[in-house]
């Protein structure tokens, strides 16, 4: 349990990996505003190669990325059907029609599109944020972009992304300490792996209830340590590592913008179906 | 460093009494404290569990209030209703604390981020911090485990980190409070290593709150606290010498000491202070050799 890494970080050196947190969170929700410009066949085109370019940029193998997209499949596949058997063209693009059941070529395209579109949100979101930069370090770009907001509305930015760092820092103690409990409690007897779900769901409030304690005299020990340190809040504070952004930064912000414009431009092109 | 009472203690503290309220009952914790604690030693508070030592220890860092009384450091009463948010900051950095539990006073999800955690407060420049966090880790020898997440060293390299992270404030006193009770022997060493280095290398004053007496033996100076009062002060060899007051306090002799005691009482004569594994040995060797 002690190599558990949280979240899906996949360590690599690649391109996206070496791109500021900063920068990603921003590219990141460009990439979905972009994903939602799209109306026509060759944005969506455009779109799709993109997604493919980001993926190939992250260096994170095809079998990893297609288990990120797993658990959303029933989603796509439901939208999808939706769209093929509710949406209503125009007469003349009916494509089959039996019984009660009209299929339409837009339906048909609306639910690629909603294929491909939900694929690059997926993909826009994981590929810059959970799998290529650790928690902490997206703790971290979060608070510096919202920092602003401190100033301008008194937001405890600060303090939430302490509470983050705090809660990230402790899973592994906290995974190591119901490991003990467990035990202990097995050792006492306690059957954790059999009857119905309510029996084993009750068989973990023995556990959970000395994890708890144990969580409060931690959190004041390490309230003392903070104070012991000097700990005052997020004013007047420094920070040992200064994230600065570099060339390549720009060069991603840069290549985001074309592919908005891009996107926009492709949107007016007569290509098979436009939205 | 002993004995220069022409100097002014590092820190003192006048009649100091804390209790807290339980269940509605007022407990008192300590009654009329006085200690001195003078710059560049290292003094051992011992005291069973429930003397008040821990309770002695966050007061001196003003983690805790007192009731009443007085601390004095470095001839400021930190105790003053008007002393500044500052000023309180200070006495913490000049006087750091390391705790009992190696988990749970790191912060930071790597090693020298946590390390930084201190300086960063202290609102230092980057490149500052950077020199200061390097240095750090290289004084507990830790330098190799910079970019390591804690949860992944052993008890005793945590709190070697926890040490590192109250260095790079620049302390001029360690408290450590019973920070070698929860680690393996291994552990234990490698930090009462470090321990000693900071205090005759870098001239780092230490309070180390303990009830292993082994530990109390490598100190300069011994205050013995009972029920909230200092029973004794002194060296090692005039604490460990009074077994009578240890045992009623209920404390225990070091082993190497308990060793000649019992000696002693089967008629050998053994000379000197017996408080360590040094000076028992050469004790020892030096009857066996006059024996023959």
């Not at chain 2, 020298?112 to 750090?136: C, H, M, Q, T």
Request: glycine residues 6%; neutral net charge; contains cysteine.
């Amino acid at each position: 349990m002690k190599s558990i890494t949280f979240g899906q970080f996949y360590p690599s050196s690649s391109p996206m990996h070496r791109l500021d947190p900063r920068m990603k969170v921003i590219l990141a929700i460009l990439y979905i505003v972009c994903s939602f410009l799209c109306q026509s066949t060759a944005a969506f085109i455009a779109l799709l190669v993109s997604s493919v370019l980001i993926i190939l940029l992250s260096n994170i193998p095809a079998k990893i990325v297609l288990r990120s997209v797993r658990p959303i499949l029933i989603i796509i596949m439901i939208t999808s059907l939706i769209n093929v058997f509710m949406v209503k063209g125009e007469p003349e693009n009916l494509l089959v029609s039996w019984n009660f059941i009209n299929i339409y070529t837009e339906g048909v395209f609306n639910a690629i599109f909603i294929v491909v579109r939900i694929f690059a949100l997926v993909i826009g979101s994981s590929m810059f944020l959970t799998y290529t930069t650790t928690p902490i370090m997206l703790t971290d770009a979060i608070e510096r972009l919202l920092s602003p907001l401190h100033k301008l509305f008194k937001l405890k930015v600060h303090e939430f992304a302490m509470m983050m760092t705090i809660a990230l820092r402790f899973i592994p103690t906290f995974v190591d300490e119901a490991d003990k409990i467990i035990s202990a409690q097995k050792s006492r007897g306690m059957d954790f792996n059999s009857g119905g779900l309510i029996k084993r769901a009750k068989a973990f409030v023995p556990v959970l209830i000395p994890l708890f304690a144990s969580a409060y005299h931690k959190a004041i020990d390490l309230a003392t340590a903070m104070e012991c340190r000097c700990y005052r809040g997020g004013d007047g504070r420094t920070r040992m590592t200064v994230l600065k952004l570099k060339p390549r930064d720009f060069v991603a912000f840069l290549f985001m913008l074309l592919l908005g414009v891009g996107v926009v431009l492709l949107n007016r092109v007569p290509f098979l179906y436009v939205m | 460093m002993n004995n220069e009472e022409n100097k002014i203690p590092f820190i003192k503290t006048q009649d100091l009494c804390f209790s807290y309220e339980d269940n509605g009952k007022s407990i008192e914790v300590l009654k009329k404290v006085n200690i001195e604690i003078y710059k560049g030693e290292y003094v051992a508070i011992i005291g069973h569990n429930g003397s008040g030592k821990s309770t002695l220890a966050r007061l001196l860092n003003m983690i805790l209030e007192p009731d009443s009384g007085k601390i004095f450091v470095d001839g400021k009463d930190i105790t003053d209703e008007n002393l500044t948010e500052d000023e309180m900051f200070d006495v913490r950095r000049r006087i750091g604390l390391v705790q009992q539990n190696p988990d749970n006073q790191i912060v930071a999800t790597i090693v020298e981020e946590d390390v930084a955690f201190g300086p960063e407060n202290l609102g230092i420049p980057s490149a500052e911090i950077r020199e200061r966090v390097d240095k750090a880790l290289e004084i507990v020898g830790m330098t190799q485990y910079a970019r390591y997440e804690p949860h992944r060293l052993s008890g005793g390299q945590k709190q070697r980190i926890a040490i590192a992270g109250v260095l790079a404030m620049l302390p001029e006193c360690i408290i450590f409070d019973e920070s070698t009770a929860m680690l393996d022997p291994k552990g234990r060493k490698d930090v009462l290593k470090t321990v000693k280095q900071l205090n005759e290398e870098k001239g780092i004053t230490v309070i180390t709150v303990t009830h292993y007496m082994n530990e109390a033996a490598m100190a300069d100076r011994i205050i013995v606290l009972d029920n909230g009062q200092v029973v004794a002060q002194g060296t090692p060899a005039q604490i460990f010498e009074n077994e009578r007051l240890l045992n009623a306090c209920s404390l225990d002799v070091p082993q190497c000491t308990a060793v000649a005691l019992g000696l002693k009482k089967l008629g050998y004569n053994l000379n000197g202070d017996i408080y360590d594994i040094p000076s028992c040995t050469e004790a020892i060797g030096k009857l066996l050799a006059d024996t023959n």
